[in-house]
T-cell receptor
């Protein structure tokens, strides 16, 4: 597709339920990022992939959060045993190359509500 | 994490007015990116700046990369109602090379 695609757009989960959020980056983009955005805040970094390698996962808030990108394209962010504080918009971004001087393009996000 | 100080936090203006917002940091960056986010959508890239002193325009938007590499501003001229949204500055955090850090955002409201 032309842009970064995320699914589902909205997800309501009962507390304790596991969820999986999908990201389809722009074709050919090497780098993929996951961000968490709370209401009224800027996006906060969660994790970064260069192709299939997860090079930085220091932003993941707990061991309930897990991300993978097994073939270097589509990525999945999984949250186990969801808690109310996990409610947020989860954004995925991709960029064509690695390094600092590049542009990152975001998907529309998945709004997760834990009830 | 690295902090980008963005101001103002919010702006309420009349259609046709010019707008200016800025970001500052205590650290040096190689790239400044400006994004716009509308309700229910992801951030959309407006302008990318790669060189200290660089001034770049995109339609009615103009952004500059500060000489010190620690700040940037975004101007919007002749605002229109569809300019409404939250504007974020963002920088690649140099120490890790993999983390895009965002400012707190400027909420822009344009009254017709």
């Amino acid at each position: 597709g032309a842009g970064v695609s995320q699914s589902p757009r909205y997800k309501v989960a009962k507390r304790g339920q596991d969820v999986a959020l999908r990201c389809d980056p722009i074709s050919g983009h090497v780098s993929l990022f996951w961000y968490q955005q709370a209401l009224g805040q800027g996006p906060e970094f969660l994790t970064y992939f260069q192709n299939e390698a997860q090079l930085d996962k220091s932003g993941l808030p707990s061991d309930r959060f897990f991300a993978e990108r097994p073939e270097g394209s589509v990525s999945t962010l999984k949250i186990q045993r969801t808690q109310q504080e996990d409610s947020a918009v989860y954004l995925c971004a991709s960029s064509y190359k690695t390094g600092l001087n590049t542009e990152a393009f975001f998907g529309q996000g998945t709004r997760l509500t834990v009830v | 994490g690295q902090q980008l100080n963005q101001s103002p936090q919010s702006m309420f203006i009349q259609e046709g007015e010019d707008v200016s917002m800025n970001c500052t940091s205590s650290s040096i960056f190689n790239t400044w990116l400006w994004y716009k986010q509308e309700p229910g959508e992801g951030p959309v890239l407006l302008i990318a700046l790669y060189k200290a002193g660089e001034l770049t325009s995109n339609g009615r938007l103009t952004a500059q990369f500060g000489i010190t590499r620690k700040d940037s501003f975004l101007n919007i001229s002749a605002s229109i109602p569809s300019d409404v949204g939250i504007y974020f500055c963002a920088c690649w955090w140099e120490t890790s090379g993999s983390r895009l850090t965002f400012g707190e955002g400027t909420q822009l409201t344009v009254n017709p």
